[in-house]
């Protein structure tokens, strides 16, 4: 039982938001475990069976109280200046990436495919996130962790979108529409990130919106003034971090989330009967 987490931008608070799912499933006794097919950063993190993934997704791994793995992330993308991609697959070193010398899609497709399988067959539930916007039309032909994913495995997608930037209910409605007509049955719902106000405010926004695309609005996350792991370079490390130490902090900081999430009304529920659960 999985679903995917999409951003309507970069740096719209998936990785986050998708992280805060993690610690909420796993503190109602559910099995849950993160999923990204692909990453692009530099910020990696090395696991404990000797290879190496986003920061993201070890972030979420500690959410769901289990140690990050390579099978989380098989593919971990660090540019490496000069026009040059280091692809790192199953967490090892495995070429450069040049104008020239192109990504065999389909193997390393076939190659997450797998990665995502291994990690259902051990888990009772999987939360995947995307990567950047699903709909980057020059680049949907070789999408990996989006629209590359949703048609590989099926999974349902709700969709994060970024109040703070401006334009939200255009970037939900437009990510929608812009997704290949026949995966728009797999998007599910959406969720409005970092508003800050009376949120009583969009209620005819958001029915618009179900109502022109058939998704279901989960809830409205306030403006968090708390720090997380830094994933790409349009993350924020803006917020407090208290604790011991920086991992029981980045949690402490998601319980904090989770608290004022059911304080707002977000419908944890509905997530759960999206995925099955």
Not at 2 to 11: D, R, V
Not at 124 to 148: F, Q
């Amino acid at each position: 039982m999985s679903i995917l987490f999409l951003g309507t931008s970069s740096g719209a608070g998936k990785t986050t938001v998708c992280a805060m799912m993690n610690r909420y499933l796993s503190r109602s006794g559910i099995d849950v475990a993160p999923f990204k097919g692909s990453n692009l950063s530099l910020n990696s993190i090395a696991t404990k069976d000797g290879g190496e993934i986003g920061i993201g997704q070890a972030f979420q791994a500690w959410a769901a109280g289990i140690e990050p793995e390579t099978d989380m992330n098989p593919v971990l993308l660090k540019p490496s200046g000069n026009g040059v991609i280091q692809l790192v697959l199953n967490g090892k070193p495995f070429m450069d990436l040049t104008k020239e010398k192109k990504m065999d899609h389909e193997m390393v497709m076939g190659e997450v495919k797998k990665a995502f399988d291994r990690m259902e067959s051990k888990h009772d539930a999987i939360l995947c996130e995307g990567s950047g916007s699903p709909v980057e039309l020059n680049l949907m032909a070789t999408d990996i962790a989006n629209t590359g994913l949703m048609k590989a495995t099926g999974v349902p997608a709700i969709l994060v979108a970024d109040i703070e930037r401006g334009g939200v209910f255009a970037a939900a409605y437009g990510t929608w529409k812009l997704i290949p007509d026949e995966l728009k049955p797999q998007l599910k719902g959406f969720i409005i990130n970092r508003f800050r106000g009376d949120r009583t405010i969009l209620k005819s926004g958001i029915e618009k919106i179900e109502a022109l695309t058939g998704m279901k609005c989960l809830g409205i996350l306030r403006y968090e003034y708390l720090r997380f792991p830094e994933e790409d370079s349009m993350s924020s490390s803006e917020g407090k971090l208290e604790g011991n130490d920086a991992r029981s902090a980045f949690l402490a900081n998601l319980d904090e989330m989770i608290q004022h999430a059911e304080e707002d009304g977000f419908d944890f529920g509905l997530m759960k009967k999206m995925m099955g659960l």
